[in-house]
């Protein structure tokens, strides 16, 4: 499997998504998984935020662009040409006031391209490029936004990753958020870590299970193979 991963943090070893995203991918290792890893740290490696020339280049037909256009969206081209290439995408950040750190939104910007992540139809309808790809977000956050919670309504990070993901084709992203973690007492902080890894340990053996599945061929799929088998196991 190819397997685009994201860290965003501004922090390093200290970083709890960081840390996650590592576990997630050991995870998917212990299960057997071939993983082909392509990634990327938008912290240290941000995507330019737009620009004028970004603005204007993108929206101007692919045939119309003058060479200097052609090179102020090179690195965009570039980094969706990786994603597209990807089979799964893992996307790690914390909360930053309520919603994304800049550089992943940079990231979004530089990602979120017509005739590229997105077509426009002949129908009008918009057609995301990005809808066989499986998609996990790893969030960390200080405080509990979990529903009831008194800062559930301040969650502007899930619905903005939902939004900007959906529209390139991401119909159903697995969310794995780990909370409260800096704004909670070691203990309650240790069970919101503990339980983002028991989660993530379940998604990595649903990964594993249908790439399993999806190896099986087409004549063997509905046998009693050792392929059903194997991905039983
Ligand atoms: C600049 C900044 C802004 C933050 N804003 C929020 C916030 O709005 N809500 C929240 O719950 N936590 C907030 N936090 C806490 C982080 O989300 C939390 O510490 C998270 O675990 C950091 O992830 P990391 O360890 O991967 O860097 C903020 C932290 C920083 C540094």
Same mark, same amino acid.
């Given at each position: 499997?190819?397997?685009?991963?994201?860290?965003?943090?501004?922090?390093r070893?200290?970083?709890?998504?960081?840390?996650?995203?590592?576990?997630f991918?050991?995870?998917l290792?212990?299960?057997?998984?071939?993983?082909?890893?392509?990634?990327?740290?938008?912290?240290?490696?941000?995507?330019?935020?737009?620009?004028?020339?970004f603005?204007?280049?993108?929206?101007?037909?692919?045939?119309?662009? %003058? =060479? *200097?256009? $052609? +090179?102020?969206?090179?690195?965009?081209?570039?980094?969706?040409?990786?994603?597209?290439? &990807?089979?799964? !995408?893992?996307?790690?950040?914390?909360?930053?006031?309520?919603?994304?750190?800049?550089?992943?939104?940079?990231?979004?910007d530089?990602?979120?391209?017509a005739?590229?992540?997105?077509?426009?139809a002949?129908?009008?309808?918009?057609?995301?490029?990005?809808?066989?790809?499986?998609?996990?977000?790893?969030?960390?956050?200080g405080?509990?936004?979990?529903?009831?919670s008194?800062?559930?309504?301040?969650?502007?990070? %899930? =619905? *903005?990753? $939902? +939004?900007?993901?959906?529209?390139?084709?991401v119909?159903?992203?697995?969310?794995?958020? &780990?909370?409260? !973690?800096?704004?909670?007492?070691?203990?309650?902080?240790?069970?919101?870590?503990e339980?983002?890894?028991?989660?993530l340990?379940?998604?990595?053996?649903?990964?594993?299970?249908?790439a399993?599945?999806?190896?099986?061929p087409?004549?063997?799929?509905?046998?009693d193979?050792?392929?059903?088998?194997?991905?039983q196991e």
């Open positions: 499997m190819k397997l685009m991963h994201v860290d965003a943090s501004a922090k070893e200290r970083s709890n998504s960081r840390a996650l995203s590592r576990y991918l050991e995870r290792r212990a299960e057997q998984m071939d993983l082909q890893v392509d990634y990327l740290d938008v912290s240290v490696e941000t995507p330019p935020h737009v620009d004028e020339a603005a204007i280049a993108t929206y101007t037909p692919p045939r119309e662009r %003058t =060479p *200097a256009m $052609k +090179a102020r969206l090179a690195a965009s081209d570039a980094l969706c040409e990786r994603l597209l290439a &990807a089979d799964a !995408l893992v996307f790690a950040m914390p909360m930053y006031n309520w919603s994304m750190p800049s550089a992943f939104k940079a990231f979004v530089c990602i979120t391209r005739g590229l992540t997105y077509v426009n002949d129908d009008g309808s918009i057609v995301g490029q990005l809808a066989r790809q499986k998609v996990l977000f790893i969030t960390s956050r405080a509990d936004l979990r529903p009831g008194p800062y559930a309504s301040m969650d502007a990070l %899930t =619905p *903005a990753l $939902k +939004a900007a993901f959906g529209f390139l084709g119909a159903a992203p697995t969310f794995v958020d &780990a909370q409260p !973690l800096q704004f909670a007492d070691q203990e309650t902080r240790g069970e919101a870590l339980r983002a890894r028991y989660e340990s379940a998604v990595a053996a649903n990964w594993a299970k249908s399993c599945v999806a190896s099986v087409q004549a063997d799929a509905n046998a193979t050792e392929y059903a088998t194997l991905c």
